[in-house]
């Protein structure tokens, strides 16, 4: 697929609490875009509150794509969203030359911008969950579904190896795709050009705006929220900040004051995350959070007309 100077994926990055719904939103407005989202957890409709999903004043300021479209019973990884995140792209390109896309799920970014061109960071659940297989059923079962999902690494990996063995599963389950299918894959080509957009701010003042966050969705309902999802708490969608917490308050693990500044705790320690994710990326401007939106659009204009003259 040959890269196009006419389309325009303009991504918005950064640590949850930081602001991106707000800018992207003022982006696609001025730029006359729609909107994809790339945070992994606002994908489910049974999670609005402990995911932050856009609020429908939001949602009706631009059209977004990919909130609230999935089930958390629905089985679907990054290589799913690859594929789909694509297929929509042409789709918006067909209308207009320029697509915001905004979230904080960095494998998630990258898959859409230069697909899974290598071996991808996974849900660490799914490892505990083969783990947890092995110990419980042995290597024959793991085996069997290594064979099954990736017939060519069944003939080539060392087969009584389990940590071999579960490696190679949890990229096949991660992903959606096989873990040969990794292996010496060219980088991918896209048929728009990547303008990459990072928002920051000190820490101490990220960190407050996490703990405020927190404390909004549990004035709006996250405890109920989550206590209508308990009898589900081993689905892997769920294993989620947010809402561990709470389920160990609801088996009387943690007092509720406790399971709420735990959940500020692992969010403040996810943010960290996503930080050390993304600053390894070269290509992301970073903005603070309260930058005058006009000053990224001058940026992103003066960018978007360098390639067109490149």
């Given amino acids: 697929m040959p890269s196009s100077k006419n389309n325009f994926l303009i991504t918005i990055v950064g640590p949850t609490a930081i602001g991106k719904t707000a800018l992207s939103i003022q982006l696609a407005n001025y730029f006359n875009a729609e909107i994809i989202s790339c945070d992994s957890r606002q994908f ?51 209308e207009s030359n320029v697509v915001i896309m905004v979230g904080g799920s960095g494998l998630y970014v990258d898959a859409v911008i230069d697909g899974l061109d290598e071996f991808p960071d996974v849900d660490p659940a799914i490892r505990e969950q083969l783990n947890t297989s092995f110990k419980e059923n042995g290597i024959e079962s793991l085996q069997q579904k290594l064979k099954e999902l990736d017939p060519e690494t069944y003939q080539n990996i060392a087969i009584d190896n389990p940590h071999r063995i579960i490696r190679a599963l949890e990229i096949c389950i991660g992903t959606g795709k096989t ?90 320690r996810f943010a960290k995350r996503q930080l050390t994710w993304f600053k390894k990326d070269e290509k992301i401007a970073w903005f603070d959070f309260k930058s005058d939106v006009n000053s990224i659009i001058k940026w992103i204009e003066k960018n978007i007309l360098a390639v067109k003259n490149s």
């Fill in 44 to 94: 489910f409709k049974e999670m609005s509150i402990g995911t932050a999903v856009p609020s429908e004043d939001e949602l009706s300021a631009a059209k977004h794509h990919f909130i609230q479209n999935r089930s958390i019973f629905d089985a679907y990884n990054v290589g799913e969203f690859e594929r789909d995140a694509l297929k929509k792209l042409s789709e918006l390109f067909a």
């Fill in 179 to 268: 873990y040969s299918s990794f292996k010496n894959k060219p980088k991918a080509s896209r048929n728009f050009q990547s303008i990459k957009i990072g928002l920051t701010a000190e820490r101490e003042v990220l960190y407050n705006r996490i703990n405020q966050r927190v404390d909004s969705m549990i004035a709006h309902g996250l405890i109920d929220e989550a206590k209508s999802l308990y009898s589900n708490r081993e689905l892997n969608a769920l294993q989620t900040v947010g809402y561990r917490e709470l389920f160990s308050y609801f088996d009387g693990t943690f007092s509720k004051e406790f399971a709420i500044e735990e959940i500020k705790k692992n969010t403040r």
